[in-house]
């Protein structure tokens, strides 16, 4: 079993920053591909950025393109989002995800793990 702990939600305005941060202790870390979902009140959960195991980036969605982006450090066992100009409709539960397949995946079917995610909310 992974375990998958997100930190970094909170409350920020518009036009705001916040980096949220998932670490999955593990020696086996640095061999997953890992993933970001938010999901919004009322909606399904939905794709953000994904991130392989050798560091190579899937294209982040259309809604969050150029604002958000994924890192990751091995050492730290933990992978980031970055998201920047923040927008009240950026406002979702945030959860990270593992693929044991250590590659990008966009469709949260081929994810093993999933943390329990963050609150991030914008006030405009």
């Known amino acids: 079993q992974v375990q998958l702990v997100e930190s970094g939600g909170g409350l920020v305005q518009a036009g705001g920053s916040l980096r949220l941060s998932c670490e999955a202790p593990?020696?086996?870390?640095?061999?997953?591909?890992m993933g970001w979902f938010r999901q919004a009140p009322g909606k399904e959960r939905e794709f953000v950025a994904a991130i392989s195991r050798s560091g190579e980036t899937a294209p982040s969605a259309g809604s969050v393109k150029d604002r958000f982006s994924i890192s990751r450090d091995n050492a730290k066992n933990t992978v980031y989002l970055q998201m920047n100009d923040l927008k009240p409709e950026d406002t979702a539960v945030y959860y990270c995800a593992a693929t044991l397949s250590g590659v990008t995946l966009t469709g949260s079917f081929g994810y093993d793990y999933w943390g329990r995610g963050t609150q991030v909310t914008v006030s405009s």
């Open positions: 593990g020696r086996k870390f640095s061999t997953f591909g």
